[in-house]
């Protein structure tokens, strides 16, 4: 069973057993000090092994004081101005070591910086049509995320989750065709208010693998973002892909940080990178 988003206070958050965490998505700031008990009491009756926070900066202090660390930030987050933090709690010991062996390969080409990555797309990428995805793509969006995503931390399997993102324009899909089929797949989760986007959900199906398609779905999704107003952008892209974290590097992302053991994806708790780009 994936894990439900819900509401403390005036904040959002998404917890279950399918990561085995709660996540704070969104942070009110009335409910900066209050909301920490209840997150940690909400752990404690659920048996979960990681609480982690997209905080303000501003909030940072309530969370040092009861053990969170800080894991990856992006500066300028909310609307062009205001830092973001993200913190975590680890309420396992197991889960807070982190993969060192991952940790070390990911390191070893990073600190070879852009250098280690080429920014040219081949030939036979460019026989594909990019596009923008609407309610009509539905089933095909669903159908690509069914093949490449084993498990997912959001329920992109769910036809009636696309749509009713699409609807209630929490999140933009983008996609590349080959004649009449889809074959690549990309979400920007848009915040308006905070003049930020989530750069997510990449998936290629295997057989069209290596063209860079990726990266030019990214080269669409800012375009289509920077005219919304987003000042913004970052992902959460998996530490043991090093393809998706070279994409970002390629196109100008910073690196940041490392949410360790954080998220359900691929079929297993995986660490996460965080890249992050301004407008």
């Known amino acids: 069973m994936l894990d439900k988003i819900e509401e403390i206070g005036k904040s959002i ?14 942070l009110d700031p009335e409910d900066n000090g209050e909301i920490i008990s209840d997150l940690e009491q909400l752990a404690s009756q659920e048996g979960y092994s990681k609480i982690f926070c997209k905080i303000h ?13 800080i894991e990856a930030y992006v500066p300028r987050f909310y609307d062009g101005k205001t ?7 680890f309420l396992d010991e197991e889960r807070s070591r982190p993969p060192l062996d991952e940790l070390k390969l990911f390191s070893e080409w990073l600190e070879k910086g852009e250098n280690s990555v080429n920014n040219s797309i081949t030939n036979n990428s460019s026989q594909y049509e990019l596009c923008n995805l609407d309610t009509n793509n539905v ?5 690509v995320f069914k093949r490449v995503f084993e498990t997912y931390p959001f329920p992109v399997h769910d036809p009636d989750y696309i749509l ?3 609807r209630k324009n929490k999140a933009k899909y983008f996609g590349i065709r080959d004649a009449d089929k889809l074959i690549a797949v990309s979400t920007a989760d848009i915040d308006i208010k905070g003049k930020n986007a989530e750069m997510t959900d990449f998936a290629v199906l295997p057989e ?11 080269l669409l999704m800012e375009e289509n973002i920077k005219s919304d107003g987003i000042k913004t952008a970052y992902t959460i892209a998996r530490l ?3 393809g998706m974290n070279k994409t970002f590097i ?4 910073k690196y940041s940080g490392t949410l360790v053991n954080n998220t359900n994806i691929g079929g297993n708790i995986e660490s996460m990178n965080i890249f992050y780009k301004h407008f």
């Open 13 to 26: 958050i998404q917890h279950g057993k399918f990561n085995n965490r709660i996540y704070l998505l969104k």
């Open 57 to 69: 900066s501003g909030a940072l202090p309530f969370f040092l004081i009861r053990g969170y660390t």
């Open 250 to 253: 390629r196109a100008g992302y």
């Open 208 to 218: 069209y693998r290596g063209s860079r398609l990726a990266y030019r779905l990214l």
């Open 83 to 89: 830092d973001c933090l993200m913190v975590s709690r």
């Open 139 to 143: 089933i095909p969006i669903t159908e």
């Open 240 to 242: 043991r892909e090093p």
């Open 164 to 166: 009713d993102t699409m």
